[in-house]
């Protein structure tokens, strides 16, 4: 069984420009959830989606937006990034069905420059 | 708000001795309570979770956390630490329902010496 992909692994970008990040939950899963890691926040809940609707959002600005399609893969979208926007963007999927293991991508790194 | 707290942000410890490493959290009613580990460069991985029943729950790579209501803590234990096991760890929690919108503690990195 196939893990969670997350494409690119690594994105070099500047200040002002946009990026969307890539999610492929695993199979037969529906929720799919977003974390920014950073050294000094640690992991920061973004938003989940379940059957292609927001469930949850996490406190960060507008810029940061994401979508899930209905084949459960799921895209997130920073606009005008800045410099702190530079982490490691984790993507986890889950049955969705209550509590349950999440399965975490090896993650996009983004560099803001 | 449900928070969680690692005080501890690094600790080494030598191979084969043992280890714990401290989780206590803050959420109004009884909550799901998870163990990640990550490498580095890697995702996370779960280690083990809790939900009801025995408070001492058994998790992969012989590792075991104690949940105890009366200090809000859920420590992670394992007896002898093999020189894999340096990586970061993440106790989390979340609330009764749903994964969603787990809150994550700011991790503890070990260091295994030989």
């Known amino acids: 069984k196939a893990g969670v992909t997350q494409t690119p692994r690594y994105l070099i970008k500047t200040r002002g420009q946009q990026v969307t990040l890539s999610c492929s939950p695993i199979?037969?899963?529906?929720?799919v959830s977003w974390y920014q890691q950073t050294p000094g926040q640690g992991l920061q809940f973004l938003f989940e989606y379940f059957s292609e609707t927001q469930r949850n959002k996490g406190n960060f600005p507008g810029r940061f937006s994401g979508r899930q399609f209905s084949n459960s893969r799921s895209e997130m979208n920073v606009s005008t990034l800045e410099l702190g926007d530079s982490a490691l963007y984790l993507c986890a999927s889950s049955g969705g069905q209550g509590a349950g293991e999440a399965f975490f991508g090896q993650g996009t790194r983004l560099t803001v420059v | 708000a449900q928070s969680v707290t690692q005080p501890d942000i690094h600790i080494t410890v030598s191979e084969g001795a043992s280890l714990e490493l401290r989780c206590n959290y803050s959420?109004?009613?009884?909550?799901?309570l998870f163990w990640y580990v990550q490498s580095p460069g890697q995702g996370l991985q779960l280690l083990l979770k809790?939900?009801?029943?025995?408070?001492l729950v058994q998790g992969i790579k012989g590792f075991e956390a104690e949940f105890k209501r009366s200090q809000s803590s859920f420590n992670l234990r394992k007896p002898s630490v093999h020189w894999s096991d340096a990586a970061e760890y993440f106790c989390?929690?979340?609330?009764?329902?749903?994964?969603?919108?787990?809150?994550f503690g700011i991790g503890t990195k070990l260091q295994v010496i030989p």
């Open positions: 989390a929690v979340g609330p009764r329902g749903g994964y969603q919108k787990v809150t």
């Open positions: 959420y109004g009613a009884t909550p799901y």
């Open positions: 809790y939900f009801s029943g025995d408070t």
């Open positions: 199979s037969g899963h529906r929720s």
